[in-house]
C-alpha cells in the first residue's frame, strides 16, 4: 500500500496589482505619481508644438543697391524685407535700407542668420552686420567695414559660418576671413589675399 502522497505547501495567491491612473494607493501617493506623469507629458507636448503655437522664426531677405557707382543713386545701402511664410511676399523691415559702404554689390547671411555681409566695390571694403532675430534689422559690427582687396564683388560664408570670401575684381584675388562667433567681426586669415583668375566677379563655398 503506498504512503500518502507528500503535500507541498503553496503560498496564498494575491491578485496583481493593476497600475491605473484611477485607482488611488494608500496615502495618495500613485494618484500623485500619475499626475506628475501627466503634468510632463503636458510640458513635452508643449515644447514640441512651440512652432505650431507660436510660428515659426521670421525669416528676412536682403538686396544690395549698388547706387551712384552704378548708375544709380546715392552712395548704395541695403533693403532688408520681411519674408511672408505663406505667400513669399516681401514686407519692408522698419529702418530699411540700411547704410553700407559705396558701390555695395553682394550680400551674404552666415548659417546661424546672426550676421550678414555687404562686399562695398567703390570703397573697397566688407560691411559686416549683426542681424535682429526678430525683425530684420541690420546693425553693423564693431569694426565694420573691414578691409578687402580691389573691388571686392562677392562674398559667401561658408556653411560653418567660420569664414568668408570675398572675390576682388579689381586685383584679381580672394580675401579670406575669420569670423568671430560672438560678435561677428572678420579677421583677415593669413596669407590672404589669394591669387585668382583675371577678373574675379563671384565666389562660393560647400
Sequence with gaps: MLGPFPTKVFPKRTSPTRLSPCRRAEGGSLMARTRLVLLCLVVIG???????LWGQAPRFAYVANCGASCGGVGSGDVSAYAIDATTGALA???????????????VAVGPSGQFAYVANAASNDVSAYTI??????LTPVAGSPFPA????IAVAVD?????????????????????DPATGALAEISGSPFAAGSLPFSVTTR
Excluded at 535682429?132 to 534689422?137: E, K, L, S
Excluded at 582687396?149 to 571686392?152: I, N, V
Design 132 to 137: 535682429d532675430a526678430m525683425t530684420g534689422a
Design 46 to 52: 508643449l515644447i514640441g508644438a512651440c512652432p505650431a
Design 149 to 152: 582687396g580691389s573691388f571686392p
Design 159 to 179: 556653411s560653418s559660418g567660420q569664414f568668408a570670401y570675398v572675390a576682388n575684381g579689381g586685383s584679381n584675388n580672394v580675401s579670406a576671413y575669420t569670423i
Design 92 to 106: 519692408s523691415v522698419p529702418g530699411s535700407p540700411f547704410a553700407a559702404g559705396m558701390g555695395p554689390r553682394s
